[in-house]
């Protein structure tokens, strides 16, 4: 029971992250591989603010997601004007600059070593200390997630998101300032995954960089494709399955070592042959072009 | 002996690396027109073929190195015959290719590390001399003279095939206009298997040297990659000079950036140069072709 109730939790927190990348990549069609970044800024605001400061989790996070979207503005307007391969390769380059970061502001970070000895998130003098109630906690915070990723791409707003996707010249004839609209939606995504970071830190209790390289992005960016890009429900389902499918192998009774990397051979098999069978994914209603 | 000498010297070494990874990159993206991110994988392919041939199982050094270069060539031809080619046919995008070599190049990394461990190796044996030379003032091991003078070998036969054979003209017509090449008679998709096949044999060479100078590790086709990359977009995407002349400056940058600063921003550094670029010359120092 502990062990489900702990995919739960990582599934609520994968949701999360799955849900805010496809607001870029799905509803925007800009192929974003920094997503990990900002996760990352996530866990490492609560680790630092909850152990040296003792700040309170909720406060920690939102000062997390303030931070994660000041960068994410930062980033996003270098990344404005770029496209498709370069658009994913400079947004790489962040990640991989954050995540140097990470490991070199050794006063702050610790760096390599990482934060150990997160407390678990207290309210009004409630503790969630057991698994069970930080479950509770995650997937509230998850479904207030897809509920206002919900409201963005039933709004206006997304609507203009997805006519960026699918013709940016055309909307700029129309008068739309389409920059303002990518760096919008690019920083509600990086706060939205530092709010998973921030309840990954908290779970987890301890954080390190190597959680939040790049590799994690295209983690990430394998759920949203599997299940399918700019739809919500497959974003959801691509987490869960890319959370309990590698869950299965632990079964198997295979090394860790060896366990760990099937895991990467299973994403890869899914990126390349969704690509060449079903570039759609399961409820896609995008295809990438 | 002052310090800029060596400097100097480890710049040049890190440069010819960088270079043959972004010549194979380069004549790839040449005649295919995306971003092929499996490249980094395939170049520790020849690495780790190296490795088990000759530490593993005792054959030969030439046979094994013979081996490696040509596994990975055959990787990238086998590569590009299962996945690009069918996904070229069905006219897929640039976002839809990438994806799928990034599925390509975590399968292969994780293959890697599943066969040979994820433990840091070294191709170099106590049995092999490490003979030093002194040049200008800074010291380089036997195996970087080797490096240096296989690279220069290697950018001085590819420059002649691009400008002096049938093969490389052939070559620069698909890239110029592939649908006109195809009328004119070349065939297209057999030669672009031919290029995957060179460029992915120089890229395991790559993988081969550095083995011999620093060590293999199966996660290291990566930042591999990323510096093939950046050196192929500072010297201009598609470039083959420009991609040496932004290796050498992506390798000095490196070196003369780590010994202000400190080892560990090596990977923030490199990035660091390649969104400069991407915001100021994103056709890179050479321009286009």
């Known amino acids: ?75 996003g307007f270098v990344l404005r004007k770029f496209k498709d391969d370069y658009y994913a390769l400079a947004s790489f380059g962040f990640n991989v600059i954050a995540v140097s970061i990470f490991l070199n502001w050794e006063s702050i970070t610790k760096g390599p070593l990482g ?53 940016e010249k055309a909307l700029e004839v129309f008068g739309y300032r389409i920059t303002r609209y990518k760096l919008a939606i690019y920083v509600i995504s990086g706060a939205l995954a530092a709010l998973a970071g921030a309840l990954y830190a908290s779970y987890i209790t301890y954080v390190d960089p190597s959680t939040f390289t790049a590799n994690e992005s295209i983690v990430i960016l ?64 995008y295809e990438m072009k | ?25 380069n004549l790839i993206y040449r005649a295919t027109n995306f971003f092929n991110l499996a490249h980094g994988a395939v170049s520790v392919v020849g690495g780790y073929t190296v490795f088990g041939l000759y530490r593993l199982l005792g054959l030969p050094l030439w046979i094994a190195i013979i081996c490696g270069v040509l596994g990975s060539g055959l990787v990238g031809y086998i590569l590009e015959k299962i996945l690009f080619l069918p996904l070229r046919k069905r006219k897929s995008s640039q976002m839809v290719l990438i994806v799928a070599s990034l599925g390509a190049f975590t399968i292969i990394q994780a293959v890697i590390a599943i066969i040979f461990s994820s433990q ?6 106590s049995s092999m001399e490490t003979k030093l030379y002194q040049i200008g003032g800074g010291i380089i091991t036997q195996v970087q003279l080797i490096i240096l003078i296989a690279a220069l070998l290697i950018m001085g036969t590819l420059a002649w095939i691009k400008e002096r054979t049938m093969f490389g003209k052939m070559v620069s017509a698909i890239s110029d206009d592939a649908v006109v090449a ?19 044999a120089i890229a395991g060479f790559a993988g081969i040297m550095i083995g011999f100078d620093t060590g ?60 400069f670029f991407l915001i100021f010359r994103p056709k890179g120092i050479l321009g286009k072709k």
């Open chain 2, 182 to 200: 195809r009328i004119v008679g070349i065939n297209t998709n057999k030669l672009i298997g031919r290029v995957f096949f060179i460029g992915s």
């Open chain 1, 1 to 75: 029971m502990e062990y489900i109730i702990h995919l739960i939790i990582l599934f609520g927190i994968y949701g999360i992250l799955a849900l805010s990348l496809d607001l870029i990549v799905g509803f925007t069609g800009l192929l974003s591989l920094s997503h990990a970044a900002f996760y990352g800024i996530g866990a490492y605001a609560v680790a630092v603010l909850s152990t040296t400061y003792g700040i309170n989790f909720f406060v920690a996070a939102l000062i997390g997601m303030s931070v994660a979207a000041v960068v994410a503005l930062m980033i």
């Open chain 2, 120 to 125: 840091f190796q070294t191709l170099f044996d």
């Open chain 2, 1 to 25: 002996m002052g310090i800029i000498p060596q400097i100097i010297a480890n710049s040049i070494i890190a440069g010819a690396i960088y270079a043959l990874v972004a010549l194979g990159f």
């Open chain 1, 222 to 285: 394998s759920m949203i494709i599997l299940g399918g890009l700019a739809s919500l429900r497959g974003a959801i389902i691509g987490a869960a399955i890319l959370i309990a499918l590698p869950e299965a192998l632990r079964f198997v009774g295979l090394p860790m070592d060896v366990a760990a990397q099937l895991r990467q051979v299973i994403y890869g098999l899914i990126l390349a042959l969704l690509m060449l069978y079903r570039p759609k994914g399961m409820y896609g209603e």
């Open chain 1, 115 to 167: 934060i150990p000895g997160i407390k678990r998130p207290e309210l009004f003098g409630f503790v969630f200390s057991t698994n069970t109630l930080y479950m509770i906690l995650t997937l509230a915070l998850f479904a207030l997630t897809a509920l206002f990723v919900w409201h963005i791409t039933k709004s206006s707003f997304g609507r203009v998101l997805r006519a960026i996707r699918e013709d």
């Open chain 2, 216 to 275: 293999l590790e199966p996660t290291m086709g990566m930042s591999l990659l990323m510096k093939g990359v950046i050196a192929a977009i500072v010297g201009g995407v598609g470039n083959i000079y420009g991609g040496v002349l932004g290796a050498f400056l992506l390798g000095f940058a490196e070196n003369f950036g780590v010994w202000q600063v400190s080892g560990e921003w090596k990977d923030a550094i490199a990035f660091a140069i390649l969104i």
